[in-house]
């Protein structure tokens, strides 16, 4: 039986889930956080990856401002962040903001009893926590296209699925998409000496700008940065998350879809050109396996082809789904689910279940893009500490409605 009763349990220790830690910790809270730090980023990334985010949107939160990623290691402008030093930065920032309230089990079920949440961890041992952040990032969200239901799991994986690429050293490997996971998975998959190529419904593919660090005033006027890039539109989403809530669904889920759409850093194009044979204009229809993977694809004008590969990595992106959500409970699933698949979430990021908030990938219908990033952190952090201080403070939460 549980024996320990906590204000805030906090599931997920990736950039959003130890930025809560932070600000919750400071507010005097008895938070903690389940999860070992960074897994995502250490385990679910190619090795040799970079960020695409500039190192200036790269920061976790902390109350203070004082463990930025500046404070970690000093970039140049422009300067491309390693996946794994980024790591290494979580874990420093851990060190420093959270200490002891992390608990590297992982949560393998999250339920409700007696008027709180209780969390069963793979440690076997259980908590019952007032309140409970769910930070799970990205990894439950892996979007797979229909077209590739059909392959087993040792021919068709998820971009999320791979670190180390060099397993697939002299094999015939296609990768559908078009966004800078796809170019880059495809790039160091080419440099780890596959046969590699690119096969994307866009009919062109699109590199961003190399930054500029001096900019006329024109230019800065016309197009401000932001820590989701230039122009107006994105210093909107960047700076006022808050206020994006308010706008009709529609226009939300336009401005999620729309906003940095498929695109490849302007430090990867060199590398890319040559190495990767690339197929635009091109639709995957269906797949099939028997020796290998044969891929049916139809082009623009419908003429139909097909493409036989060893193995296929879906660089497709991540659709957020409550029902993928695999640790909460039938009751809590049913509860915080929506008309679509994203739950609405409060100003302070909670659910429909009093005293459960969700954060990161998962808020983006709410919040916007901000949310896809670690930019949005800062933001995430503050506003759902100052929800979970102001429900814990005197009497304490009434714990989660039943369906």
């Known amino acids: 039986m549980p ?17 809560v830690a932070a600000h919750a910790l400071r507010a005097g809270l008895d938070a903690r956080v389940f999860g070992r730090p960074m897994r995502a980023w250490e385990q679910h990334m190619p090795r040799g990856m970079l960020l695409k985010s500039e190192p200036g949107a790269s920061h976790l939160s902390d109350p203070g401002r004082r463990y930025g990623l500046d404070a970690f290691h000093d970039y140049a402008y422009g300067e491309p962040v390693p996946v794994a030093r980024f790591a290494d930065y979580g874990r420093w920032f851990h060190a420093r903001t959270v200490g002891r309230a992390l608990d590297t089990s992982e949560v393998t079920a999250l339920g409700s009893e007696e008027g709180l949440f209780a969390l069963s961890l793979s440690s076997g041992e259980s908590v019952l926590a007032r309140t409970a952040v769910l930070a799970l990032g990205f990894l439950p969200f892996a979007f797979r296209p229909s077209a590739l239901a059909a392959l087993p799991p040792e021919v068709s994986t998820h971009s999320s699925d791979h670190h180390d690429l060099s397993t697939f050293q002299g094999r015939d490997v296609t990768v559908v998409g078009a966004g800078q996971s796809a170019l880059e998975t495809a790039t160091l998959l080419a440099e780890a000496g596959a046969s590699v190529r690119v096969v ?22 016309r197009a401000p940065r932001s820590s989701l890039g230039s122009g107006w539109p994105s210093v909107a989403w960047s700076r006022l998350p808050g206020a994006v809530r308010y706008l009709p669904e529609p226009a939300r889920g336009h401005i999620v879809r729309t906003t940095l759409g498929p695109a490849g850093s302007w430090w990867l194009r060199e590398r890319f050109h040559g190495t990767v044979e690339v197929s635009l204009g091109t639709r995957l229809t269906a797949s099939e396996h028997r020796d290998g993977v044969r891929l049916r694809l139809m082009d623009d004008s419908g003429t139909a082809t097909t493409l036989d590969t060893e193995h296929v990595i879906a660089a497709t992106g991540y659709r957020v789904d409550v029902s993928r959500i695999g640790i909460l409970s039938t009751d809590l699933r049913r509860a915080v689910a929506a008309p679509g698949p ?5 100003r302070t990021f909670e659910t429909s279940v009093a005293g ?9 219908a709410t919040f916007g893009p901000a949310m896809r990033f670690v930019c949005g952190c800062d933001f995430a952090a503050r506003r759902v500490t100052r929800g979970l201080a102001s429900r814990l403070r005197g009497a304490r939460a009434p714990g989660p409605p039943m369906a």
């Open 3 to 19: 024996t320990q009763v906590i204000d805030v349990a906090i599931v997920g220790a990736g950039p959003y889930g130890l930025s």
């Open 200 to 221: 994307a419904r866009t009919g062109r593919l699109v590199w961003n700008d190399v930054p500029a660090e001096r900019r006329s005033l024109i230019t800065r006027i």
């Open 342 to 346: 994203a739950p609405r979430l409060s």
């Open 356 to 364: 459960l908030h969700l954060v990161g990938l998962a808020a983006a």
